[in-house]
């Protein structure tokens, strides 16, 4: 139960660092409005992985045995 709410905050954190690097001209955080930056680059690619990396975690690895 814990490893599937830590998946969810990795996924969430994700969508929020893909967001800021999309919107972040329009909120005022790019060097202007016509470019796509480096740093916006990043962001999204790093939420990308985030992301990524939350739904393995969560949906696709299987349950974890107990060792015995």
């Known amino acids: 139960m814990l490893d ?3 998946a969810y ?3 969430a954190a994700g969508i ?6 999309l919107l972040a001209d329009t909120i005022g955080l790019g ?3 016509s ?3 480096t740093y916006q680059i ?3 690619v790093a939420g ?4 990524l990396v939350g ?6 690895r299987g349950p974890r045995q107990p060792v015995a």
């Open 4 to 6: 599937r709410r830590i």
């Open 35 to 37: 470019t796509f930056g």
């Open 55 to 60: 739904a393995y975690l969560g949906f696709m």
């Open 16 to 21: 929020i660092a893909i967001l800021i690097g």
């Open 31 to 33: 060097q202007t409005e």
């Open 42 to 44: 990043i962001a999204v």
């Open 9 to 11: 905050l990795i996924i």
């Open 48 to 51: 990308v992985v985030l992301v």
